[in-house]
């Protein structure tokens, strides 16, 4: 595989370890990829368990805990470089970006919502700020005001596709089964974008990408890298409980199912008794002590999607569900993070090579 280069960070794969929250892509998982030449993520969402907390000590718990998640994934890594993924739409998203910058992170990736003010909350430091987009038109808004304002852009930007896991940027009928909406036409349109920028902003392929033949297409298309979450679910380093990741183990292609998250987006999941029981109605009455998100009203939501995440990473999923990708039920078995980018090369080396026999 070739390697990603990222402004003047270079790693030897081109493979992204996407960041999963509520805790289950922490120091363990990021610093094993990371280790073998990839970009490890630790995912912030949820990331200090302030469940039960009042609102006065909720930024400190996650303060802390992301700086010692960052620190303990430092210690561990011998290669490759680490990233943090900030939810815009998180309450204390200003500070963990801050704390980010503090501990020195590599790339900051940040999602689920426009983030037009990063470059001002991590100026100072040679960290890579990556967006998440879904069209060409969101990149093109971001850059024109991070050049107006900041004079610079993205250094790379993640274009997540509708086969993406957890909370996604599209509507419900961009997801539905006959919808037209799809990676590769999307991939096409942002990488025209991203080249009309000077410089020309790296772009990585994002939602859906599952094995080494996958990262061999989109790496065709154009993309300078990709960007992977559900397959380290299954890996032996993740740091999520093994009833989550024996759940996409056990899972079938019918079980991933969309569901109306509280948050008023679209959610990926893998259904069970418990989606069942809020798709019929349930409602599990909570008192918030801190609105986590800030597209969140605890007055009408349902449920507390933080609470039922943190149970879910604690893989008490009879009280919860895992979110997931499209690709989810592939996943057949637990296995170090060695073994899988092992097994992605040599998938990898077999679509490549057979793309030049066919030519």
């Not at 610093?31 to 969402?45: C, S």
């Not at 590769?184 to 392929?205: G, K, R, S, Y």
Request: charged share 20%; proline share 5%.
């Amino acid at each position: 595989m070739p390697s990603l280069t990222i402004g003047n960070l270079q790693v030897p794969l081109p493979i992204i370890q996407g960041g999963m929250g509520v805790r289950v892509s922490r120091s363990g998982l990021a610093a094993a990829v990371a280790n073998e030449g990839g970009i490890g993520v630790i995912a912030t969402p949820g990331i200090g368990r302030f469940e039960d907390s009042p609102k006065s000590q909720f930024t400190d718990i996650n303060e802390t805990a992301l700086r010692k998640e960052i620190r303990t994934a430092r210690a561990k890594m011998k290669a490759g470089a680490l990233g943090v993924n900030i939810m815009v739409a998180l309450a204390d998203y200003d500070n963990l970006v801050k704390t980010s910058v503090e501990e020195n992170i590599d790339v900051i990736i940040s999602g689920a919502g426009l983030p037009l003010n990063l470059p001002e909350l991590a100026k100072g430091k040679d960290t890579k700020l990556i967006p998440v987009v879904s069209s060409a038109r969101t990149l093109n808004i971001i850059c024109k005001r991070w050049k107006h304002h900041f004079n610079r852009l993205p250094d790379a930007v993640v274009v997540e596709g509708p086969l993406a896991g957890g909370h996604l940027g599209y509507s419900y009928d961009d997801l539905a089964p006959d919808s037209h909406v799809n990676l590769d036409d999307i991939l096409t349109e942002v990488i025209e974008c991203a080249n009309a920028f000077t410089p020309h902003i790296p772009v990585i392929a994002a939602g859906g990408i599952f094995d080494g033949a996958d990262i061999a297409h989109y790496l065709a298309r154009g993309a300078a890298g990709v960007q992977m979450a559900t397959r380290f679910v299954c890996t032996t380093e993740c740091d999520v409980h093994e009833n989550f990741k024996q759940a996409y183990i056990n899972a079938k292609l019918e079980d991933i199912v969309i569901i109306k998250s509280p948050v008023g987006l679209p959610g990926k999941v893998i259904r069970n008794a418990f989606v069942d029981k809020i798709n019929a109605g349930l409602t599990v009455p909570f008192q918030c002590h801190y609105k986590c998100l800030k597209s969140c009203d605890p007055r009408t939501a349902p449920y507390c999607i933080a609470r039922v995440l943190a149970y879910a990473a604690e893989g008490r999923l009879d009280e919860s569900f895992a979110f997931a990708g499209t690709n989810a039920w592939k996943c057949t078995k637990i296995i170090p993070v060695k073994e899988l980018i092992q097994t992605l090369k040599a998938e990898y080396a077999a679509a490549t090579q057979n793309c030049r026999v066919g030519s």
